[in-house]
Each structure stands twice: as structure tokens, then as C-alpha cells.
């Protein structure tokens, strides 16, 4: 699983003045919680950057006062103006204490359905999951070798070993549509059959 290193340092000062103070050094306030104890720290906008502008799963080691912490992105939040990042939440991964993560879904195998023309259509990118920070993986592989013309993946129908998916289990994750060229072949067909 990917990791990334984020150093950052101890907060001292709180407020709206501490606050704009750091975000003018680029710097960005961040909090981790979920463990013995909750941490306020800050670091740079640039540190955070290969940890939140992915749609790869990963964990942060945060490097803060003598400590490392292994956690995960929980939340952010961005200026309303100019889209820069103003805040982090995330949760420190405790041994035997399940987590709530989103993982990324990737899809392997091609489908039967777009080997007939049809055309594949992911409605969803990502679950939502919980389990221990042991079984945390990087993304959770949807095989959909066997997936037909017109037919659908559902929620219920992946299987990720030691976790729970949170998803309503009827939601449609991937679907075989049929592509316009396919549905006037279909239509010229049925025009031959009723001439004969």
C-alpha cells in the first residue's frame, strides 16, 4: 500500500489570527484524530498535495512532535474563492480499532457485453468501507469479465474479504449499455424480419 511522509509542526496558537498567519506562510492547519489523544499541527500546502489531488488510496505518516502517525484523509476543506486548500482532517489508524474509508474500485477483465458492441458505463468510482487498518488496500478489484449486454454490477455483488461496504447494496456500480450503432442494427434486423 502507498504511503506518503508529511512533516509537519506542533500548533501552539488557535484563532482566526493564528490561522491566517500560517495560510499566508502556505502553510495549511490540520488535525488528527481517532487516537489516545487529538493533534493539531500544520504543514505546508505542498506536503499535502500528493495525498489530496489523487484518486489513489493511501496512507499519510505524519511526522509531528518526535511522532509519527499513521492515518488517513478523513475530510477537507477548500477557500470558497480561490479553491486553495484551507484545512485537513485525518484519522490516526489505531491497531484493533475498525476505520470508515473510501476505496478507490478498479475494474479488471473485459466484459462480455463490450466484446458484443456494447458500450461500459461506471456509474460509481469508489466504496465506501469498514474494517481494521490491516485489511486497508489500495483499491478494491471488480472483475467484469462476466458482465453482459444491458447487464449491471451491483454493490452486493463485490466481494472485498474482512471489510463491510457501507453502500446500499441495490446501487448500480457498472453497466453494459447498448451503443446507438448496435440499436439501429437491432432495429434494421427486426424491419427485415417483418418484410418477410
Same mark, same amino acid.
Given at each position: 500500500?502507498?504511503?506518503?511522509?508529511?512533516?509537519?509542526?506542533?500548533?501552539?496558537?488557535?484563532?482566526?489570527?493564528?490561522?491566517?498567519?500560517?495560510?499566508?506562510?502556505?502553510?495549511?492547519?490540520?488535525?488528527?484524530?481517532?487516537?489516545?489523544?487529538?493533534?493539531?499541527?500544520?504543514?505546508?500546502?505542498?506536503?499535502?498535495?500528493?495525498?489530496?489531488?489523487?484518486?489513489?488510496?493511501?496512507?499519510?505518516?505524519?511526522?509531528?512532535?518526535?511522532?509519527?502517525?499513521?492515518?488517513?484523509?478523513?475530510?477537507?476543506?477548500?477557500?470558497?474563492?480561490?479553491?486553495?486548500?484551507?484545512?485537513?482532517?485525518?484519522?490516526?489508524?489505531?491497531?484493533?480499532? @475498525?476505520? =470508515?474509508? $473510501?476505496?478507490? #474500485? *478498479?475494474?479488471?477483465? &473485459? !466484459? %462480455?457485453?463490450?466484446?458484443?458492441?456494447? /458500450?461500459?458505463?461506471?456509474?460509481?468510482?469508489?466504496?465506501?468501507?469498514?474494517?481494521?487498518?490491516?485489511?486497508?488496500?489500495?483499491?478494491?478489484?471488480?472483475?467484469?469479465?462476466?458482465?453482459?449486454?444491458?447487464?449491471?454490477?451491483?454493490?452486493?455483488?463485490?466481494?472485498?474479504?474482512?471489510?463491510?461496504?457501507?453502500?446500499?447494496?441495490?446501487?448500480?456500480?457498472? @453497466?453494459? =449499455?447498448? $451503443?446507438?450503432? #448496435? *440499436?439501429?442494427?437491432? &432495429? !434494421? %434486423?427486426?424491419?427485415?424480419?417483418?418484410? /418477410?
Amino acid at each position: 500500500m502507498k504511503s506518503i511522509t508529511i512533516e509537519g509542526q506542533l500548533r501552539t496558537d488557535f484563532g482566526k489570527k493564528a490561522t491566517r498567519q500560517l495560510r499566508s506562510q502556505e502553510a495549511v492547519p490540520g488535525v488528527i484524530y481517532g487516537g489516545a489523544e487529538e493533534v493539531n499541527f500544520s504543514a505546508s500546502a505542498k506536503a499535502f498535495k500528493p495525498l489530496v489531488y489523487t484518486a489513489e488510496f493511501q496512507i499519510a505518516e505524519v511526522q509531528v512532535g518526535g511522532k509519527t502517525y499513521k492515518c488517513i484523509l478523513k475530510d477537507l476543506q477548500f477557500d470558497k474563492v480561490d479553491d486553495s486548500l484551507i484545512h485537513v482532517d485525518l484519522l490516526e489508524l489505531v491497531g484493533d480499532k @475498525s476505520v =470508515v474509508a $473510501t476505496l478507490p #474500485l *478498479k475494474f479488471t477483465g &473485459a !466484459a %462480455a457485453g463490450v466484446k458484443a458492441g456494447g /458500450k461500459l458505463i461506471t456509474k460509481m468510482k469508489s466504496l465506501k468501507v469498514k474494517t481494521l487498518p490491516k485489511y486497508l488496500k489500495e483499491n478494491i478489484e471488480v472483475d467484469i469479465t462476466n458482465l453482459e449486454l444491458n447487464g449491471n454490477i451491483r454493490v452486493e455483488d463485490v466481494k472485498a474479504d474482512n471489510m463491510e461496504i457501507m453502500n446500499s447494496p441495490r446501487i448500480p456500480i457498472a @453497466s453494459i =449499455v447498448m $451503443t446507438r450503432q #448496435l *440499436k439501429q442494427e437491432e &432495429a !434494421a %434486423a427486426s424491419k427485415d424480419d417483418k418484410k /418477410k
